[in-house]
């Protein structure tokens, strides 16, 4: 079974920074033609936002326009975890932060590259003070 851990959450001041990382286990690169994996956040009392992802075959990234300039997401394959470097934080950026995978990547499938994840992992708690 397909399995994500979200970890690196915590308490940071504005201006700070945080890694977020995303174990993947329970699959291998190969029971997939190709998957992206996803970072999600969720506040309190708003819908969810995708932040960013990555593509596992070529490495192509995604951002929301929120985070770009501020985020960066990268992947050590040999390791099957993605992180996401957070800078410069900001108290909107206080959410839970959960990672997924989405392993249906049609062409052009960057265009809605925050949808269609098929598996979910548990979140992980950011807090930005002011």
């Known amino acids: 079974d397909v399995q994500l851990q979200a970890s690196g959450g915590g308490l940071v001041q504005t201006g700070g920074s945080l890694r977020l990382s995303c174990a993947a286990s329970g699959f291998t690169f190969d029971d997939f033609d190709d998957y992206a994996i996803g970072w999600f956040r969720q506040a309190p009392g708003k819908d969810p936002e995708g932040v960013s992802a990555i593509k596992r075959s070529d490495g192509s990234t995604f951002y929301a326009d929120s985070v770009k300039g501020r985020f960066t997401i990268s992947s050590d394959n040999a390791k099957n975890t993605v992180y996401l470097q957070m800078n410069s934080l900001k108290p909107e950026d206080t959410a839970k932060y959960y990672c997924?995978?989405?392993?249906?990547?049609?062409?052009?499938?960057?265009?809605?590259?925050?949808?269609?994840?098929?598996?979910w992992g548990r979140g992980t708690l950011v807090t930005v003070s002011s």
């Open positions: 997924a995978l989405r392993d249906t990547l049609l062409v052009g499938w960057g265009y809605n590259w925050n949808e269609g994840y098929d598996y």
